[in-house]
């Protein structure tokens, strides 16, 4: 399973390349590069644009049009869809930058990379092979982790939503 955003999902990307999925994703890309793309490699195409989506949908290509307003919203509808777990593996996880799958590093490899500080606070390390970039489960994960937690009860909403349509049109 293979995404393709439009230049809108940018926030989303990154969230779900940090959840371990293949993300392409350019804000050059017009509306039938994006298609030519999505074709090509069997990427689903993700969009906020509805026209793109009828558009999308017409053509036979796979695609998911998202309705929700925030973050949380948007990965509990994909969650739904793609049964995306909500939770980030670093074992799969992906560059939010440049979506490469990213990789363990010791500590004595970053040393000179980081500031002092977080070699003194923190253990593990993990290196983009793509971009160089350097990971670590800083002070900003509690917030990573706050914002799957919403979007995890977002889901459960969302399940709850369909169950009650489904017993309303049973009668
Ligand atoms: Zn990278």
Redesign the pocket.
């Known amino acids: 399973m293979k995404f393709i955003a439009d230049g809108m999902l940018g926030k989303l990307t990154r969230w779900l390349r940090m959840l371990g999925h293949d993300v392409k994703y350019s804000n050059e890309l017009d509306d039938a590069q994006l298609i030519m793309v999505a074709k090509k490699e069997r990427r689903i195409l993700l969009t906020r644009d509805l026209e793109l989506y009828q558009q999308v949908t017409a053509k036979g290509i796979d695609t998911f049009y998202l309705e929700g307003r925030t973050e949380e919203e948007k990965l509990a509808e994909l969650a739904k869809r793609f049964e995306i777990i909500l939770d980030i593996d670093m074992t799969t996880s992906r560059?939010p930058?440049?979506?490469?799958q990213i990789e363990s590093i010791s500590k004595e490899k970053v040393t000179d990379k980081v500031e002092k500080n977080t070699i003194a606070y923190y253990n593990k390390f993990w290196k983009?092979p793509?971009?160089?970039?350097i990971y670590w489960q800083g002070a900003h994960w509690t917030r990573i982790k706050k914002t799957l937690e919403k979007a995890t009860e977002e889901l459960k909403k969302l399940r709850n939503k369909k169950q009650s349509n489904y017993i309303q049109a049973g009668g």
């Open positions: 560059c930058k440049c979506n490469a983009c793509k971009c160089g970039q």
